[in-house]
């Protein structure tokens, strides 16, 4: 699922994925939670003061590439 992008995602798109946290989390797979009113909070983006953002290799573009590397930040 994707929701509205935060102030660190927003520059490059428009969208960014859904991330739960703890306590929303529980509400997500609560089955007794029915009403989409409910989950409002759920589907929210995330605070930007809880991600960071900084420029990674180019080895991240290739799908093959499924390894720490891909996390590793640019120089």
Do not use: F
């Not at 939670?33 to 930007?48: D, F, G, H, K, Y």
């Not at 180019?58 to 499924?66: C, F, I, K, L, Y």
Request: charged share 25%; with cysteine; aromatic share 6%.
């Amino acid at each position: 699922m994707t929701t509205a992008a935060n102030e660190v995602v927003l520059p490059v798109h428009k969208r960014m994925p859904l991330i739960l946290g703890a306590r929303p989390y529980g509400l997500w797979i609560d089955r007794r939670v029915q009403e989409s009113a409910e989950l409002t909070e759920v589907l929210r983006p995330i605070p930007a003061k809880q991600m960071r953002a900084y420029a990674v290799l180019t080895w991240v573009n290739d799908p093959r590439h499924d390894d720490a590397r891909c996390l590793e930040q640019a120089a």
